[in-house]
């Protein structure tokens, strides 16, 4: 027989899992028996049942969150923020790559899909949020400019077209300042920290569905964009244009391919088989992928207005992404995967359209810049890849790391479109888009052109590969090779994507400089910064004349009269004019421009009176000097 | 095209979307400094993806859920920039505004399945 009142701390326990009568008094109860034990225990295991998968990847993310908040940001160097990121960071990752590869090599069912869309997220945040945890202020000076126009609209409520070309495809910038409004912020620089994850999440649902409908397999599609976010090195995932108008881009190519891919003649408006098109002539080439999603002549009509709508608002958005699109279709087209065959022309005019129409505050200035690439491919190669390819020896390294990086990911590419095509299953569509961005060669893009063919090629090419690997998977050795090859991807993203960390992250005292800065200059200054890595315009962003030395080169040398006429021989600004040194832009002219380390102490003790300068404000990372023309 | 009127008999989630839409124009409109983080993350939240909750929903019963979350996605987007692009070509933007549309544009696919096309297929 069993001792009454005895045990009762277990009671509250036993009665939330109704094992015991909670009418009967405490006193009066039983102690649980190891039977009642073992039910509740079952019970509770089989009540977790459905969400124990979810627990050790959350918990892997969790911990490497919390790793990556005790990193410490002195530590970041010229490899970046790997030389900041605690060992148990690593180890959090690499745990979560194996649990992810466990489970796509492992059981199959719906459950399944859930789980590895957790560890996705996971690898999302991870990855991609890495910074903002470790990171005092949000990352990235390009981005605080970005909140300095979004600033501009939601105060001012217009976007001066003339004072930047971003201005005259202000779509993002009108968006983010509505956020920013509606989340009651004086300005955007809350969102940039976490903009990035917010932004990568958003790009998964096209791609999965572009995965799915193209390789025909779900797990060749998580491959595949497990591999994306593991080269997607080129960091335009941050709070701009160029993220927006990729999801959108993204979204548009997944309603093509999985409604209008197929070449049965559709019923709806603009739906026509491209006869014309040798590839799909007497099946020349089998159909790729799943078949398309059907639907009612109506939601097609409907999905047809959506695509115009979402290549309207993409062409007021960005100035490549559009164009991309229109390639994309065009190339879709071409190759019979597209029976859209008027929708690349109606894109085309839409974007033609806006640049005639709404961007010619800028381009009335710039067709050199716009046209005068057009063509010259080895200037534009020469433009993106030559002129970064230079700066101190670990720079070099990174930038190498970063173009082998992306030469292998385009050769596997080649080479898995090569081995399904020998299996007769050629990857028409994925090869197509993978390879269309290579057309936007021929227009100038600045100085980041091939990083965004990368951004835009990359997704199609790491589903490619995904596909020929999962096409391998029978053979021995291919599922751990694939584990091995996704724990090396590891390090190397986080070298190649956050290996300019030294020189992109923000410190508090350079915004405490800028601060200052705009407490001492008044509206219509000049405002010059000897390099690009300045954090300013975050507010007041059209309201001063930013620029550069005259003379940039000679100044970072230190060469007496490039400092003497910091603005050349020009007029004197009424307003005055000042100059900021941040320690980001030292280290950057010394890690990528190809300057000695010391260079600002050459230039430093050239900054006095007889040179027209004056030191108002200095901490340890900033300093600043009002100027005025020498006598 | 005959409409019949059933908004008496909104589905659950029909209501939760409409309160959501409302609160959140509400909280869109009220002065800066206020509602803190809740405030912030709900605005993200709606004004990017909340035309794509109640599109979503809609679109359910045509097509699988994952090709339905990517129009969703696409439809939620594309209405913000394009309410907010409006907008500044108008020279009318501001905060509540381009708001109001994306609270229109959500109150509208919300209640659309309400309204159900008499005779035919509605798809």
């Not at chain 1, 710039?366 to 057009?374: A, K, P, Q, S, W």
């Not at chain 1, 030294?502 to 400089?513: K, L, M, N, Y």
């Not at chain 2, 394009?82 to 070509?89: H, K, R, T």
Request: proline residues 6%; glycine residues 8%.
């Amino acid at each position: 027989m069993r001792r009454r009142g005895a045990g009762t701390s277990a009671a509250p326990i036993l009665a939330l899992f109704g094992l015991i009568d909670q009418r009967v008094p405490v006193s009066r109860r039983l102690p649980p028996s190891r039977d009642d034990l073992l039910r509740v225990r079952d019970r509770t295991l089989a009540g977790l049942a459905p969400v124990q998968p979810l627990i050790f990847p959350v918990l892997v993310v969790v911990t490497g969150c919390a790793a990556a908040t005790a990193g410490d940001q002195e530590r970041i160097g010229s490899w970046g923020l790997v030389q900041a990121l605690p060992g148990l960071y690593f180890i959090s990752l690499a745990l979560l790559t194996v649990s992810f590869f466990m489970e796509l090599f492992g059981r199959g069912g719906r459950e399944r899909q859930v789980v590895l869309a957790v560890h996705l997220v996971g690898l999302v945040v991870l990855l991609h949020g890495v910074a903002g945890f470790l990171e005092q202020e949000p990352r990235f000076p390009t981005a605080w400019l970005h909140a300095g126009y979004t600033e501009q609209i939601l105060e001012r409520h217009f976007a001066p077209g003339s004072v930047d070309a971003r201005f005259t495809w202000p779509g993002f910038f009108g968006a983010a300042a509505t956020v920013t409004g509606a989340a009651g912020l004086d300005s955007a620089i809350p969102l940039l920290r976490w903009a990035p994850i917010f932004m990568v999440l958003l790009y998964l649902p096209p791609l999965f569905v572009i995965g799915r409908q193209l390789t025909g397999s779900v797990t060749a599609t998580w491959l595949g964009l497990w591999m994306f976010l593991l080269v997607n090195w080129v960091g335009q995932d941050y709070f701009a244009p160029q993220t927006l108008g990729f999801t959108l881009y993204l979204t548009a190519v997944a309603m093509l391919v999985a409604f209008f891919r197929q070449p049965s003649p559709g019923p709806g408006p603009l739906e026509q088989t491209p006869r014309w098109s040798w590839l799909t002539r007497g099946d020349l080439l089998a159909f790729d992928g799943r078949p398309d999603v059907e639907t009612a002549p109506r939601t097609r009509v409907a999905l047809i207005i959506l695509l115009m709508v979402i290549q309207a608002g993409l062409a007021m958005t960005h100035q490549l992404s559009p164009i991309v699109l229109v390639l994309a279709c065009g190339g879709l087209v071409l190759v019979g995967r597209c029976r859209l065959t008027v929708l690349p022309v109606i894109a085309g005019v839409f974007t033609l359209a806006w640049i005639s129409v709404g961007t010619t505050d800028y381009w009335l200035g710039h067709l050199d810049t716009i046209f005068g690439g057009v063509g010259n491919v080895q200037e534009v190669l020469s433009n993106s890849v030559g002129e970064r390819v230079e700066g101190s020896t670990v720079h070099l390294v990174v930038v190498r790391l970063r173009l082998a990086l992306t030469a292998s990911v385009w050769a596997m590419m080649v080479a898995a479109a090569l081995l399904l095509w020998f299996r007769r299953r050629p990857p028409l569509t994925l090869f197509t888009l993978g390879i269309v961005p290579f057309a936007t060669l021929a227009q100038n893009y600045g100085d980041e052109g091939v990083m965004r063919i990368f951004l835009f090629s990359s997704p199609f090419a790491c589903l490619l590969v995904g596909q020929a690997v999962t096409s391998l998977l029978h053979l021995p050795r291919v599922k751990p090779a694939a584990l091995v090859a996704a724990l090396t991807l590891l390090p190397l993203f986080l070298v190649t994507r956050y290996g300019n960390e030294s020189f992109e992250q923000v410190r508090p005292d350079e915004i405490d400089a800028i601060h200052a800065l705009y407490r001492l200059a008044p509206r219509g200054a000049d405002l010059v910064s000897p390099t690009s890595q300045v954090p300013w315009r975050f507010t007041y962003a059209t309201d001063y004349d930013y620029g550069r030395p005259e003379y940039a080169d000679a100044f970072l040398t230190g060469r007496r009269p490039a400092v003497r006429w910091l603005l050349g021989g020009g007029a004197e600004n009424a307003s005055g004019a000042y100059l900021v040194v941040t320690r980001s832009q030292e280290i950057y002219a010394y890690e990528a421009l190809g300057q000695p380390r010391d260079w600002f102490d050459e230039v430093r003790p050239k900054l006095h009176s007889k040179n027209g300068y004056r030191l108002l404000f200095r901490n340890q990372d900033a300093s600043i000097y009002e100027y005025e023309v020498p006598r | 095209m005959r409409f019949t009127n059933t908004m008496t008999t909104l589905r659950p989630v029909q209501i939760v979307l409409l309160s959501w839409t409302l609160l959140s124009f509400v909280l869109a409109v009220l002065p800066p400094d206020m509602g803190g983080t809740v405030r912030a993350l709900n605005a993200v939240l709606f004004i990017t993806l909340g035309p794509g909750c109640a599109l979503f929903l809609l679109l359910l019963e045509y097509m699988p859920p994952a090709e339905a979350a990517v129009v969703a996605i696409g439809t939620s987007l594309v209405t913000l920039v394009l309410g907010s692009q409006v907008l500044l070509i108008m020279g009318f933007w501001r905060t509540w505004g381009v708001t109001g549309i994306v609270a229109l544009v959500t109150a509208a696919l919300t209640l659309l399945p309400s309204l159900r096309a008499v005779g035919g297929d509605a798809r």
